[in-house]
């Protein structure tokens, strides 16, 4: 008897033991496979000979009263690797702006105010897509997304990462990643099959009071050359007035920047 | 008696393991909000309109906290100070940034509060120890000399510049002939 005790503890415990440990081998699993979903997607990007996507943003502003306040916009973005860029973006204000980079030279036309800005920058997309970002301190949304080294700066930046499920409303089922950072939370939704390309974004600034968020869908994804048509040049429309950009000089002083761009 | 030892000790421990099992499952869905049916997002409802803030670090869309371009009398408040050491080049790179930026703004501060207690009221410019901005036209009477427009209020004058994406209004120097 005491022997068959023994064998049914034993069992028991040895059941409990593999089946306690279940649940960790599986979140491990989970998370890198949604390390790799992520750095899938990331690759499918920066490899991309060109692109076009349709950016519908929004994004929470604290006011000094305290209350959130959210603005919208939407963004046709294309990208032609390597030297050309073409953001169209319409405010919720109704303001529209078109930013063009040809390899040579970045323009701002501000539509509704018929005035445009030129800045001198000679490279490629990754090039023009920091300077606009760190010298002309332009926001442009997602930028890390549309350089060629996303898949590094993700390996940087993520901390911790989550598979959250399996999205089925969206058009296409996804997979809902839940990422944690350093400065900020995300979670992505990644499109399941041959082109793994983001469908939606949640970006939460938990640093900053209020915990922020910026939120976009992305659509109509074409990673087809004839997809991305441009126009990559841009002639500024009659009575378009050159305006310069105000940039910060070393010292720190914001200083109109001489014609033919900021340097 | 003794016969039935052995009976409560296994009931005893099915029951501990079961307990014990119960609860690392329920702690390992709540680590992973929910599981498959997790997740769940914030509201973020809100009223747009005029006259409000368009700034705060949610409107750079990007991956870290800093704002990008966004003039400081519509930035959110500033976020808070990193304790954390710089982890490789970029990052000391940031950090110098910041730090660089930390001083301008001290200096921007100073500046600003000498001109608030000098005029004894705040006017809404922008100095950056350069030009002094405003982010709306100043005045509606405007004059165009060789295909720029200059605005003219009082005795001072205004050109548009493009700064952080936004057309804003800098203080300059009376056009040829005015």
């Keep these: 008897m005491k022997r068959v005790t023994s064998f049914i503890v034993i069992g028991i415990l040895s059941a409990f033991l593999w089946s306690t440990a279940q649940p960790v081998k599986s979140a491990e699993m989970d998370d890198r496979k949604a390390r790799n979903i992520l750095q899938n997607m990331a690759r499918t990007l920066a490899e991309a000979k060109q692109f076009s996507v349709t950016l519908r943003s929004s994004y929470d502003a604290l006011q000094e009263?305290?209350?959130?306040?959210?603005?919208?916009?939407?963004?046709?973005?294309?990208?032609?690797r390597p030297d050309n860029l073409r953001v169209d973006l319409e405010q919720s204000d109704g303001d529209k702006r078109i930013m063009v980079f040809d390899g040579k030279q970045i323009l701002v036309h501000n539509v509704t105010e018929n005035v445009y800005a030129e800045a001198e920058k000679v490279g490629s997309v990754d090039d023009a897509i920091k300077y606009v970002v760190d010298v002309l301190k332009t926001p442009v949304p997602l930028a890390k997304m549309f350089r060629t080294n996303f898949s590094a700066e993700l390996e940087q930046l993520v901390e911790e990462i989550d598979y959250v499920e399996l999205n089925m409303l969206t058009d296409v089922?996804?997979?809902?990643?839940?990422?944690r950072t350093r400065d900020v939370d995300f979670q992505i939704w990644i499109a399941q099959g041959k082109d793994p390309l983001p469908r939606r974004i949640v970006i939460t600034y938990k640093k900053s009071k209020g915990e922020p968020q910026f939120r976009a869908d992305f659509s109509n994804w074409n990673l087809s050359a004839k997809g991305v048509k441009g126009p990559f040049t841009f002639t500024p429309p009659k009575n378009a007035e050159q305006i310069p950009f105000i940039v910060r000089n070393r010292s720190g002083a914001d200083i109109p920047a001489q014609k033919g761009g900021a340097k | 008696m003794k016969s039935r030892y052995p009976f409560i000790l296994i009931a005893v421990i099915f029951v501990?393991?079961?307990?014990?099992?119960?609860?690392?499952m329920v702690e390992a869905r709540g680590d992973r909000g929910g599981g498959d049916r997790g997740g769940g997002g914030r509201g973020g409802s809100s009223r747009g309109g005029g006259g409000f803030s368009r700034g705060g670090p949610a409107a750079s869309g990007g991956f870290s906290s800093r704002p990008a371009g966004q003039s400081r009398a519509s930035q959110a408040p500033r976020q808070e100070t990193r304790r954390e050491q710089p982890r490789d080049r970029d990052d000391w790179q940031e950090r110098r940034d910041e730090i660089r930026e930390n001083i301008n703004d001290a200096r921007e501060d100073r500046q600003d509060f000498s001109d608030n207690e000098r005029d004894g009221y705040y006017d809404n410019h922008h100095h950056h120890g350069g030009v002094a901005f405003v982010t709306r036209a100043p005045c509606s009477t405007t004059v165009v000399v060789a295909n720029s427009t200059y605005y003219h209020c009082g005795s001072a004058w205004y050109s548009r510049g493009y700064k952080g994406g936004d057309v804003v209004y800098f203080v300059t120097s009376a056009p040829g002939g005015h």
Aim: glycine share 4%; hydrophobic share 50%.
């Design chain 1, 65 to 80: 009263n305290g209350q959130m306040i959210e603005f919208w916009a939407v963004r046709e973005i294309q990208v032609k």
């Design chain 1, 173 to 179: 089922p996804t997979d809902h990643l839940a990422v």
């Design chain 2, 16 to 24: 501990f393991c079961m307990t014990t099992f119960m609860a690392s």
